[in-house]
């Protein structure tokens, strides 16, 4: 039973960290390194390091900080930190920084094998935006009309047909960032789902984008 209460546990924390940054778009910059790559996923809270042309047993620090890649390391602003040996010709770690409010990171390497020893590259800024603070955006409004309705559905189901008309520029051209019903930054058929979910009052979906 407590091995259960745990398990509950720690999913529950875990489904509260992705629902809190559902919203978040994250954009990702390389740096001027182009030996190193960073990706992000869609919940920009785990981030991919990547570098080329590193030996077996190199070490390599890792860090996320949010300002200004001018700004010195504080306890305020440094939300990941981690050091990790290359097990391959190819140094890649998966970092998962706190939470992430809207603003602005720099990723840095810092690479601690040969004459480099310890020299601190930005090898990435990442911009983190919040859509809920962004009035403007009324998600389910497919059409645009200030209703969310059956119409929203059917326009949002012709412009996944194809339908030129309902395309960007098009006489019924449908509102793209309203119709981004499950925040996910791309229309596709995942948004027709939520939004008819949402229609039928499923409780999981009352409120959009999800």
């Known amino acids: ?39 992000a996923d869609e919940s920009g809270q785990k981030f991919t390091v990547s570098k080329t042309g590193v030996t077996k047993g190199d070490l390599y620090l890792v860090m996320i900080q949010k300002g200004a890649a001018t700004d010195k390391p504080t306890s305020e602003n440094l939300y ?3 050091v990790e040996a290359a097990n391959d010709t190819t140094f890649t770690l998966n970092a998962y920084p706190k939470d992430l409010a809207a603003g602005d990171y720099v990723v840095y390497l810092s ?15 990442i ?13 389910g409004d497919v059409d ?40 996910k930054g791309e229309v596709n058929g995942r948004d027709l789902t939520s939004l008819a979910r949402h229609l039928a009052e499923r409780k999981e979906y009352a409120v959009l984008p999800h």
């Not at 911009?127 to 998600?139: C, F, G, H």
């Open 127 to 139: 911009t983190v935006s919040d859509n809920s603070e962004d009035p403007t955006v009324k998600y």
């Open 80 to 82: 990941y930190l981690n």
């Open 1 to 39: 039973m407590k091995k259960m209460l745990i398990c509950c546990g720690v999913l529950c924390m875990t489904l509260l960290l992705f629902c809190g940054t559902a919203l978040a778009k994250t954009e990702v910059k390389p740096g001027t390194d182009s030996s190193a790559t960073v990706t």
């Open 111 to 125: 690479d601690y094998s040969g004459s480099n020893n310890g020299a601190r590259k930005a090898v990435a800024t």
């Open 144 to 183: 645009g009309n200030g209703t969310i309705n059956g119409k929203d559905l059917t326009a949002l189901a012709r412009y996944l047909a194809d339908r030129k008309d309902y395309m960007p520029g098009g006489s019924k051209a449908i509102n793209m960032e309203n119709a981004n019903c499950d925040g």
